[in-house]
């Protein structure tokens, strides 16, 4: 149920609608007939496309998208969620195609790989994702977090190791283009779990598909050489299919993928989360705090939000948001929760 689907239906609709109001207007000047003057028979009938406001005042604080930033908004912020040279995983058009329009249009971070789990079923996706050349990571224009010292505890979230954010020069992908368009459509997964390095991979599913296949291969070939998240919008993707749940660190609208079995360390503001797993505290407090573009989606909406199928793009806000707050409160900090609370709280006002 998306409009983009129907634009050719709904201007030939126009086109009939048109053709309606036209018979319309003549049968009325027939219906007037001698009693009117022929030159002004027609004219007297006009009044009648009046009728075509109705649709217009009706439907104009429902379809109107004035003021609506929320596309450009959550692709910067989610953009900004990962590391220099990181490759990113989504999900599906929603969650993809506005942070194309940012690194394209808008020159926001095309340091950063995306890998669309819906389009890596397609050997031109995967030949993209080969064949794609990365700009050189540039702080100036990037996110605060990533200067050092710009974090409110005073440790420098955003530095670079030693020698500054190295650009890799090797392909996301180490297989040839020939060999991406051999892979399957569809393979029986392998029995039990299968190791990249430390990481243990164990299969929720039966069969992966090419998709699933890309993904393993994305993992085996940058492991350790780039940091490779995955998107909150995935959903359980990455848990139920590929078994990484003990590897996985939220980090904003981000998971990023660890080597090693995540833990516990106070020193790094790793903690545990109900709502969200392993949670990077002080990335994701800097990340909401100071990153992201939270207004576009929590202003209210007279009528809610305007376009349902995407609306899982806002629940992305209330999800992080809103786990944040939750794990504020068990630790019983109400007074710093109650921001992000109340930002959750006014996002999925819009979605009711």
């Known amino acids: 149920e998306r409009d983009y689907f129907f634009v050719a239906a709904f201007a030939f609709a126009g086109v009939l609608i048109a053709a309606g109001f036209a018979a319309l207007v003549r049968a009325i000047g027939d219906w007037f007939g001698d009693r009117v003057p022929e030159a002004r028979r027609y004219l007297m009938a006009t009044p009648v496309l009046g009728l075509a406001l109705i649709p217009l005042l009706g439907n104009r604080t429902t379809a109107t998208r004035a003021h609506e930033t929320i596309a450009r908004d959550f692709a910067i912020d989610i953009l900004e969620s990962v590391e220099p040279y990181g490759i990113l995983i989504t999900a599906g058009d929603n969650d993809t195609f506005p942070l194309w329009f940012a690194q394209e249009v808008l020159g926001v971070r095309r340091d950063v790989t995306l890998a669309n789990l819906s389009l890596m079923n397609t050997d031109w996706h995967l030949r993209q994702i080969r064949r794609r050349q990365h700009d050189d990571f540039d702080p100036s ?4 977090i990533w200067r050092p010292g710009t974090d409110d505890d005073g440790r420098p979230l955003g530095s670079a190791p030693s020698g500054g954010w190295v650009r890799p020069t090797d392909p996301v992908l180490a297989m040839t283009l020939a060999e ?11 029995e039990g779990a299968i190791a990249i390095d430390s990481l243990v991979i164990r299969f929720g599913e039966r069969y992966l598909t090419r998709s699933d296949i890309a993904t393993l291969l994305l993992i085996r070939d940058n492991l350790g050489k780039r940091p490779i998240y995955f998107s909150w919008s995935d959903g359980g993707y990455p848990d139920r299919t590929l078994g990484l749940m003990p590897y996985l660190i939220s980090e904003g609208m ?11 360390d ?6 545990f989360s109900q709502g969200l797993g392993w949670l990077n505290l002080p990335r994701t407090r800097a990340l909401l705090e100071q990153v992201y573009h939270w207004e576009g ?5 007279p009528r809610g939000w305007v376009d349902p199928p995407s609306g899982s793009i806002l629940q992305l806000y209330t999800l992080v948001y809103g786990g944040y707050a939750d794990y504020l409160l068990q630790q019983g900090d109400t007074a710093e929760a ?3 609370d109340s930002i959750s709280r006014a996002v999925e006002a819009n979605l009711r």
């Open 141 to 144: 224009t990037a996110a605060a």
């Open 180 to 190: 991406l368009d051999a892979l399957p459509e569809v393979q029986q997964a392998p």
């Open 254 to 264: 981000v998971r990023r993928l660890s080597p090693v079995p995540v833990k516990a």
């Open 266 to 271: 106070s020193s790094k503001g790793i903690v």
């Open 297 to 301: 989606a929590a202003w209210k909406r």
């Open 338 to 340: 109650a921001r992000p």
